[in-house]
């Protein structure tokens, strides 16, 4: 049975082959990117089946409007896809406020808008599949981007409490966790903070310590069958990475902590009284 999706950040990476995906598969998408013009490829070559919508999902209001807007074209909505999302470069003294609350508004409250504000219609359909695009950076955090790694731990938080909250409305969840993968968000898209030259030897060392770790990024345009596979799972899971260097990254950060944590079991233990 043909879905129906809302898809942000439709305009490239991730969202821009997603929508491809969904599309070709005989699937209708509402596509939205700050710029609708930038959606004019999808339009000519898959036409009534794609709605494309100019949205900052840093607006609420225009949030809520593009949701109802989507809904009331197609009839309903299946699958909504939080993408829209950056990245901000910076060691944590170098963040500034300003660039401290966008980056949150973007990743986390864009997310949060759009979630809440398909929910009514997904509960009155008895179903439905969000799915919050994180990153390895919402399970670990890394230096130089400590800023972003906040809004996605808050991203992952949310969406775990959601998953239980909607469950029996047979809504589902999914926590879409990329590694490294060849698409700008670490270029055009990205944010640079002002550098402090104090942290000039720990910038080249923690660039040095990201190229290692995406070595061999991934590819977006096959990540497409993996998220189809999820769409169309009868129990999709409520976290999944996407690549392969992920899972080791995560597998030595939560030995890390465990082991810490038992070291320190009788400290626990002494403040409970």
Known sequence: MAKTWFITGASR????EWSIAA??????????ARDTSTLDDLVQQFGDAVLPLQLDVDDREAVFAAVAQAHEHFGRLDVVVNNAGYGQFGMIEEISEAEARAQFDTNVFGALFVTQAALP???AQGSGHVLQVSSIGGISAFPNIGIYNASKWALE???QSLAAEVADFGIKVTLIEPGGFSTDWGGASAKHAQPN?????YREKAAEQRKARVATPGDPTASAAAVLQIVDAENPPLRVFFGDGPLGIATRDYESRLAEWREWEHVSKLAQG
Do not use: H, I, M, Q
């Open 157 to 159: 938080a949310f969406s």
């Open 121 to 123: 219609y997904l509960r």
């Open 197 to 201: 030259p104090a942290y000039d030897a």
């Open 13 to 16: 990476g991730f969202g821009k």
């Open 23 to 32: 599309l070709e598969r005989g699937d209708s998408v509402a596509a939205t």
